[in-house]
């Protein structure tokens, strides 16, 4: 079993930037992705960025060339660094590991943009 917890949300300014983390209680050494999921109040879950194992990432069209993912495997830490936040991007964030045979999902953190 992994737990996964995120850290670094809040509220921030339209234009600003957060980095997110997220840490694993342990090292994982098999897995497809790690990623980040949002949610916004009354809308479905969707991914935002994720990165193989390979270190090849994707990203959401909405976040591309804002957002980056990325990780620390010695650290068990997975990032996302966000920059000129909008109000779109307000929603609870998600760490998630697919771990292929388990999935697992931190419990969330929340950004807030405010315009």
């Known amino acids: 079993q992994v737990q996964l917890v995120e850290s670094g949300g809040g509220l921030v300014q339209a234009g600003g930037s957060l980095r997110l983390s997220c840490a694993a209680s342990?090292?994982?050494?098999?897995?497809?992705?790690m990623g980040w999921y949002r949610q916004a109040l009354g809308k479905q879950r969707d991914l935002v960025a994720r990165?193989?194992?390979?270190?090849?990432?994707n990203y959401a069209d909405a976040v591309k060339g804002r957002f980056t993912v990325s990780r620390d495997s010695f650290k068990r830490t997975l990032y996302l660094q966000m920059s000129d936040l909008n109000s779109e991007d307000t929603a609870v964030y998600y760490c998630?590991?697919?771990?292929?045979?388990?999935?697992?999902w931190g419990q969330g953190t929340q950004v807030t943009v405010s315009s």
């Open positions: 342990r090292i994982i050494f098999r897995f497809n992705f």
């Open positions: 998630n590991v697919d771990a292929g045979a388990g999935d697992y």
């Open positions: 990165i193989a194992r390979d270190g090849n990432t």
